[in-house]
C-alpha cells in the first residue's frame, strides 16, 4: 500500500510540475497568473519552492476568476511600484509581487550594519506611498545577508535587517499588522559572494506582497 501511494504521489508530483511549471507562471499575464492557479496547484508548487517569498506568493493564490481580479489589482500595485523605484527588481509572481532591493535601488546594508542609509530611506520613503494607497495587503519583509562571518551571527543581523526596514515603513504609516518578517542569513545569496561587488548586492532586503483576507473576500464577491 505504502508503494503504490507513493507512486501516486510521485505521478501527481509529475503532472503538476508538467501543467504549471514556474517559468509559465513568470511569463503569464496577470488574468493567467490570478486565474491559472487553484489552491491546490498553487500550495503543491509552493513547498516544492521552500520557504521563499516566491513559494509563498505561489502558495498563497487564491485562484479563479477571484484570483484573477487579485491578480488585476496587484498588476497595478506592481506598475506604481516600478515607477517611484526604477533601480528596484519588480516580479509579478501568482497573484502577488516580489521586490528585490540591491545597489541599483539603494536599499542595501554595509558590512555588520543594519542601519538604514538616507538613500534606503528615501527609497522606502517612495514604496511606502504606494503600500499606504493599496492598504488590503500582506507584506512579507525577508532580510539576507553575504557570507562574511559566522552563519548564526549572519541569521540574526538579516532579521535585524528586515526589521530595520518595518520599523521604517510602519514609522511612515504602514500598519504594523501587515507585516511577516523572516531572517535568512547568508543561505539564500542572489549573487557571487567571492565578489566584493557581489558581497555588496547580497546584504539587502527583499519584500513580497499578497492579498490579505479583505482583498480576497472582495474579489470573491466581485466575482460572484
Given at each position: ?9 510521485a ?5 503538476s ?9 513568470n ?11 487553484g489552491?491546490a ?8 519552492i ?9 502558495g498563497?493564490?487564491v485562484?479563479?476568476?477571484a ?22 527588481e ?5 497573484e ?26 528615501k ?19 525577508e532580510?539576507?545577508?553575504?557570507d ?77
Open positions: 500500500m505504502k508503494k503504490s501511494t507513493s507512486i501516486l504521489l505521478i501527481a508530483l509529475m503532472f510540475l508538467t501543467f504549471v511549471s514556474c517559468d509559465a507562471i511569463n503569464a499575464n496577470s488574468t493567467q497568473k490570478g486565474a491559472g492557479i489552491v496547484g498553487g500550495a503543491l508548487i509552493g513547498g516544492l521552500g520557504g521563499n517569498i516566491t513559494g509563498a506568493l505561489i498563497a493564490a485562484g479563479g476568476a484570483g484573477g481580479i487579485i491578480g488585476n489589482s496587484m498588476d497595478k500595485q506592481a506598475d506604481k511600484i516600478e515607477e517611484v523605484l526604477p533601480g528596484a519588480v516580479k509579478r509572481v501568482g502577488g509581487i516580489q521586490v528585490i532591493f540591491d545597489d541599483k535601488s539603494g536599499v542595501t546594508f554595509a558590512t555588520n550594519k543594519a542601519d538604514l542609509t538616507d538613500t534606503a530611506e527609497n522606502l520613503d517612495a514604496i511606502a506611498e504606494v503600500f499606504l494607497e493599496f492598504p488590503d495587503t500582506n507584506l512579507l519583509i532580510g539576507h545577508t553575504d562574511t562571518g559566522n552563519a548564526d551571527y549572519n541569521m540574526t543581523l538579516s532579521k535585524k535587517r528586515a526589521q530595520s526596514v518595518v520599523s521604517y515603513l510602519e514609522s511612515k504609516g504602514v500598519a504594523g499588522n501587515r507585516f511577516d518578517v523572516t531572517a535568512y542569513g547568508e543561505t539564500r545569496p542572489r549573487f557571487d559572494n567571492s565578489t566584493s561587488d557581489g558581497r555588496s548586492k547580497n546584504r539587502r532586503v527583499e519584500i513580497g506582497v499578497s492579498a490579505n483576507e479583505d482583498m480576497i473576500e472582495d474579489a470573491k464577491a466581485q466575482a460572484n
